[in-house]
């Protein structure tokens, strides 16, 4: 039986989306690939299998366009990985509100946009799989990456939210926490800084630092990944939450047993609140 699958990525073009194409176009899959820029793909160009799509993910518009050219030329649509995003360093005090929303524009807009567009299809399959990658930040935020962190937690919970809604339509969907991968992801090209530094904030850019330090040193092999995301696609029981890698999963732990501790600490205070029995 063949059991390959058309896959349609955003941000393909570099980071865990460019290796996640390579690799499942690699094992015989069909990928439909997006990227501001259909320069940046050129470096795909294997065969039939493979359509770039120079796509807007702040235009619903353009994004309905990719799917139905996705349609067209592979007859259906298994997969949706929503990959595109950037990181935002910075204290909130910081910020400006142009830096705060073109953030959550790319990095949870474009995944609602994404997932509207392509729901009618899947829904009408009755089938299909959508993947959200959020980030370890999203479940146990560091320091230093607050609207990041805010944004990757949208992200989170609305992927759970709707793992809830879609399942009865025959649809899974996972909210996938990755760590730290070797990629692109910790250079200039996938991470904005604030512009706007107060010297009171001047700790936090340590923790920027050691952003650009860890660059090839990260724990994760994005080659992996497809590996990992062809597992999850093809369980019967698929995780709706996924932390990928060891130290995404050491780190969610550790936040885990804390929560844990407080509210064991705080449970006299949170039930206080109630009516008496």
Do not use: C
């Amino acid at each position: 039986m063949n059991d390959t699958k058309v896959w349609y990525i955003t941000g393909a073009s570099k980071g865990m989306g460019l290796a996640l194409t390579k690799q499942l176009l690699a094992a015989g899959h069909s990928v439909a690939a997006t990227s501001r820029s259909l320069e940046t793909l050129d470096q795909l160009a294997l065969g039939n299998r493979f359509l770039p799509l120079e796509v807007d993910l702040k235009s619903e518009q353009s994004i309905a366009d990719s799917i139905k050219k996705t349609l067209e030329k592979f007859g259906r649509l298994d997969v949706i990985v929503n990959n595109a995003g950037y990181g935002l360093g910075g204290a909130l005090e910081e910020l400006t509100s142009d830096e705060i929303n073109e953030n959550f524009e790319v990095n949870f807009f474009a995944v609602v946009r994404v997932v509207q567009q392509a729901l009618p299809y899947l829904r009408k399959q009755s089938s299909g799989h959508i993947i959200n990658i959020s980030s370890i930040a999203g479940f146990a935020p560091g320091f230093g990456w607050t609207m990041y962190s805010a944004a990757k937690f949208a992200v989170s919970g609305m992927t759970e939210a709707l793992a809830n809604d879609l399942k009865p339509l025959g649809i899974n969907v996972t909210n996938v926490m990755p760590g730290w991968f070797r990629t692109n992801f910790a250079k200039p090209d996938s991470i904005a800084y604030n512009k706007n530094q107060m010297e009171e904030y001047a700790y936090l850019r340590q923790y920027h630092e050691k952003m650009k330090n860890i660059d090839g040193a990260q724990l994760g092999n994005p080659d992996k990944i497809a590996d990992a995301f062809l597992k999850l696609v093809n369980s019967p029981n698929p995780a709706i939450n996924l932390f990928l890698g060891s130290d995404a999963f050491n780190r969610a732990k550790d936040k885990i047993e804390q929560l844990n501790l407080q509210m064991n600490e705080w449970k006299e205070v949170s039930f206080s609140t109630d009516f008496p029995a």
